[in-house]
């Protein structure tokens, strides 16, 4: 996998994602959303979202998780990932 040309992607795609409204993506908890994206380089990406509770405890901000691989043996069971935090605002930390 290209690490570089995936964490791209992956920037993209979770920026994208993450425009959704904290409603949104509160309905999204425990429910993997599954794309997949062709790199310049003609590589076919997999991604997966996942949403939750970053303290189960308080319910309040949101954990925004993605992850993309290519599909190869290394990057299916290691896959890169990136996060980010939504508060109950929609503010991004």
């Not at 999204?28 to 310049?40: C, G």
Request: proline share 4%.
């Amino acid at each position: 996998m290209n690490k570089v040309e995936a964490e791209n992607i992956l920037v993209q795609q979770l920026a994208s994602f993450t425009q959704r409204s904290y409603e949104d993506l509160v309905a999204m908890i425990d429910i993997s959303q599954v794309t997949q994206a062709k790199a310049p380089s003609g590589c076919t990406y997999n991604i997966e979202f996942n949403v939750f509770y970053d303290d189960p405890h308080q319910k309040q901000d949101l954990r925004i998780m993605g992850s993309i691989d290519d599909g190869g043996f290394g990057s299916s069971v290691c896959p890169l990932t990136k996060d980010g935090i939504m508060k109950p605002t929609g503010e991004l930390v």
